[in-house]
């Protein structure tokens, strides 16, 4: 008989898209599931949909707290469920109804700690009408998958994966930072004796919803920075081999940080820039010759170093205005 798999849902004011992920949910081809709403403190229609659902399906807990964020959602959701297994779902994306099934076979076949499938970003449903989904299976260490993240760091996400729940008996979902996946992902991949990646489409995440304003700079994309640095560190322990890959990442994502960093006006962006820059002088040399790092990025960090790139900005925005 198949082994319980819990499906944790943190809910936040998706009265628009959540019964289209619920039901995606209650649709699959594999039965012994249960589903946990964290209802983080929602101030639209989404607690009632939660209720309702789980009314007519024993399956489905809900559970209402305070507004706390998505990590302490997953938290919360880890404590109380009672699977073997472990996957966490964003409450306005949904699911391929065979996706549990493929993941648990996954792991099943791979004797894996963690199984990933492929995914695909959409805005309208109208992208998802056709779309290629050739399914390939590759058995992976711990090592191959963190060298892959370190050249994808959309593999951090939570979501898309089936883990054993034993992964989660010492970690939690960090509470602290904004890119909070970042803070947690590489720890689960090390722990794993095996994890298996099978390429077919079975997670759909919408950017329906999405801002306009994500190109805007935002503070809290410093998070970025702190994670790489933090991938970084771990890596120089525990894989020498990836080292020099990830200090690569980390000056990469520092160096795109500090050109948005150049503009800022507040005393804060200023020092923070400065002390990027510092870093960055310190090893620009090492970086540009990095055969991994594309022109753009060797230029960016030798501009940051000489304290050009503000100036660069300036010429390109009077060149635009002709």
């Known amino acids: 008989m198949d082994k319980l798999v819990s499906i944790i849902i943190p809910v936040y004011n998706v009265e628009k898209y959540l019964e ?86 996954d792991l099943e076949q791979g004797n894996a700690d963690i199984s990933i499938c492929n995914s695909i970003k959409f805005k309208s449903i109208e992208d998802l009408k056709t779309y290629p989904n050739k399914t390939n299976f590759i058995e992976m260490t711990s090592e191959e998958v963190l060298e892959w993240l370190l050249t994808d760091h959309e593999l ?56 306009l304003t994500r190109s805007n700079f935002n503070y809290r994309k410093l998070d970025m920075v702190e994670a790489t640095k933090l991938w970084k560190e771990f890596m120089e322990i525990n894989y020498p081999n990836l080292a020099l890959k990830a200090n690569t990442l980390f000056m990469t994502v520092m160096i795109n940080t500090c050109t948005s960093l150049s503009e800022m ?40 170093m000489l304290n050009l790139y503000k100036y660069f900005v300036k010429l390109k925005k009077i060149r635009s205005s002709y």
């Open 20 to 105: 289209r992920c619920l039901d995606s949910i209650i649709d699959q081809s594999f039965s012994n599931f249960e589903i946990i709403l964290i209802n983080d403190g929602s101030t639209d229609n989404s607690p009632s949909i939660c209720e309702t659902y789980a009314l007519s399906n024993d399956k489905i807990k809900v559970v209402h707290q305070n507004n706390k964020g998505p990590s302490a959602a997953r938290n919360s959701g880890l404590d109380i469920c009672c699977g073997e297994f472990v996957m966490f779902i964003d409450s306005d994306d949904f699911v391929d109804s065979n996706m549990i099934r493929t993941l648990y076979s």
């Open 156 to 211: 951090c996400v939570p979501w898309g994966k089936l883990y054993r729940k034993r992964l989660f008996d010492h970690l939690r979902f960090d509470l602290e930072h904004y890119n909070e996946d970042m803070f947690i992902i590489h720890q689960l991949f090390h722990l794993a004796s095996n994890i298996t990646y099978n390429s077919s489409a079975l997670y759909f995440y919408s950017q329906e919803s999405e801002s």
């Open 265 to 304: 006006k507040d005393e804060f962006g200023k020092k923070t820039y400065r002390e990027y820059r510092k870093i960055i002088s310190k090893n620009c040399l090492s970086y540009i010759k990095a055969e991994d790092v594309n022109q753009r990025d060797k230029i960016k960090a030798i501009l940051i």
